[in-house]
C-alpha cells in the first residue's frame, strides 16, 4: 500500500487565507446585484487585506510553493480583475450600452495580462538593484481600488457636485480605461512593501497611520478616497524618481 502523502499546515494557511480573498471578490459581486454598494466596498478591501497577509505568512511560516502562487495569480484575477469589473456594470455601466460592457471587460482582460506578466517577470528577470523598490505598471490590487474611487466618492459625496460627478457614465468610463492602461502600462510604481524610511521620521508615519486609521473608523468613504487620490497622486512621482535612480545607475556604471 502507498505511504499516505501529507500536506503541512504552514502551506495550507496561507492558501487557505487566499481562497478568503477570492471568496471576497466574488461576495461583493453578490452585494453588487442586491445594491448593497457599501458591502461591495468592504468585500473588497476584505479582499486586498487577505491578498496582503497571504505571501507574507507564507514566507512566516516557511510555506511558501508553487501551487500557493499560481493560486494567488488565479484568485487576484478574480477578486481584482473580474469582480471589480462587474461591481461597475451592475453599479452604473449597464446603462451605457455596449460602451459600458466594452469597459469593463478591457478592464478584465488587462488585470489578466498585468497578472501573466508579473508572474513571468518573477521567473525570468534580473532587474537592478534600484528597480527593487517598484513595480512595473500599477498593481492589480491597487488598479481594482483605484477603478472603485468612483463609487467610493458617490457614497461619500452624494450631497455634492463631486458625488454626482463621479456617477457620471462619460467620467467613469475613461477613467475604468485609465487605470486599466495603467495596470498594462511600463510605468513604474512604488512598492511600499520594500520601500524603507530614514528613522527619524518613522514615528511621524506610525502616528500618520493612526491617524488614517481613526479616520477610517469615523468616515470610512473619506479615508478610502484620501488613500485612493494619494496613490494615484504617487505615479508621476514614482515615475520621475525611478528615471532619476536609473539615470544615477547608468551614469555610475559608464
Known sequence: MPARLHVSFNVLLPNAVTLLSLCSGMSAVRFATLGKWEHVLFALLAAGVCDTLDGRLARLLKGTSQFGAELDSLADAISFGVAPALVLYLWTLNSAGPLGW????????????????????????????????FFTGVPTPAGAGLAMLPLVLSLGMSENQLGTLAEQRWFIIPWTLLIAGLMVSRV????????????????????????????????????????LTTYIASVPVSFLHYRKLERAHNKASA
Do not use: E, H, Q
Not at 109 to 122: G, P, Q, S
Open 102 to 133: 466594452i469597459a469593463v471587460l478591457i478592464f478584465a482582460c488587462c488585470a489578466a495580462l498585468r497578472l501573466a506578466r508579473f508572474n513571468v517577470a518573477i521567473a525570468d528577470a534580473n532587474p537592478p538593484p534600484y528597480a527593487a523598490s
Open 188 to 227: 513604474p510604481t512604488y512598492s511600499f512593501k520594500k520601500m524603507k524610511v530614514a528613522r527619524d521620521i518613522a514615528l511621524f508615519i506610525l502616528l500618520g497611520f493612526v491617524l488614517f486609521v481613526a479616520i477610517m473608523i469615523t468616515l470610512p468613504w473619506l479615508a478610502m478616497a484620501m488613500l
